[in-house]
């Protein structure tokens, strides 16, 4: 998911990104995808896990967040109930829109801390909502319902 994010945010013409996986090689190997894709901005590849210390790590982190307008959280931090934020509240402010694409709950820790922040929040129920949407278009020829969608998910009030 965290891929596809990624390239359509390039296809679409973002001036950079910075990405972020629990490998180098992760990393390294959706550059390329990206740059095949024909996108010429600058992308700043994050140390993964295994590579810097958390100290070192967040401090890169942080510069990205603060240089960057959407943050996407395509990770597993989050689908456990005892999951802390993958972001400092100081990696977030109110001009930053954050996708958490987590959908087994609408509030993850992350989505707490960036709404605190005062950022703007697409949590993982809507994501998993719209793409519901999608597919049954595309399958049907029929216009998804997302009103009701969203309610079958516990989110909209119609």
Known sequence: AGQSIALVCAKKGVSGMALAS???ASVESLCEKIVA???CGEIQKLP???NSSLEF???QWRRACRECDLIVNASPVGLNADDTSILSRDCFSGKHVFLD???VRRRTPSVDCALSAGAVT?????FLVAQGAKSFEIWTGLEADRKAM???VGKGNS
């Open 48 to 50: 993964a896990d295994t």
């Open 22 to 24: 629990r490998s180098d």
């Open 150 to 152: 969203l309610k079958a």
């Open 57 to 59: 790590r967040s401090v």
């Open 37 to 39: 894709s024909g996108f």
């Open 122 to 126: 697409i949590d993982g129920l809507e």
């Open 101 to 103: 694409i987590i959908p």
